[in-house]
């Protein structure tokens, strides 16, 4: 049973994501211009080609990571490894390619070592 007191909190406002709001809509700076100032626009072809091939697939869906143990983080790591070496076979993606898709995950896989040490290419 919680004491009465710590029923009564809140939380402080403005939230994280509502700071961030509040902060976004006082910028005038221009996202788009600055996404392509930083990426070039093959590169941002590549990240979308890529990620519409990513998030169809259910290996690399996050949601349940918070709460997976040790073991189901490593067995998650090794099914998303394989999923992209199959799917590099399959959309023939070049070194880039892989690797931009690694990025786009947000996540080390177990086979990054290996791929990028003992694989002669």
């Known amino acids: 049973m919680r004491p009465s007191w710590v029923v009564k909190l809140e939380a402080s406002s403005p939230s994280g994501t509502g700071q961030l709001a509040i902060e976004r809509t006082g910028s005038d700076l221009d996202v788009q211009r600055l996404t392509n100032f930083i990426y070039s626009e093959a590169e941002l072809e590549r990240q979308q080609r890529l990620l519409n091939i990513l998030q169809k697939e259910e290996v690399f869906d996050k949601s349940g ?6 073991n189901q983080q490593y067995e998650r790591s090794l099914a998303r490894a394989k999923r992209l070496g199959q799917l590099r076979i399959e959309h023939s993606w070049s070194d880039e390619d892989l690797v931009a898709a690694q990025e786009l995950i947000g996540e080390t896989v177990t086979y990054l070592l290996h791929w990028s040490m003992f694989i002669v290419r």
């Open 65 to 70: 990571n918070y709460f997976a143990s040790r």
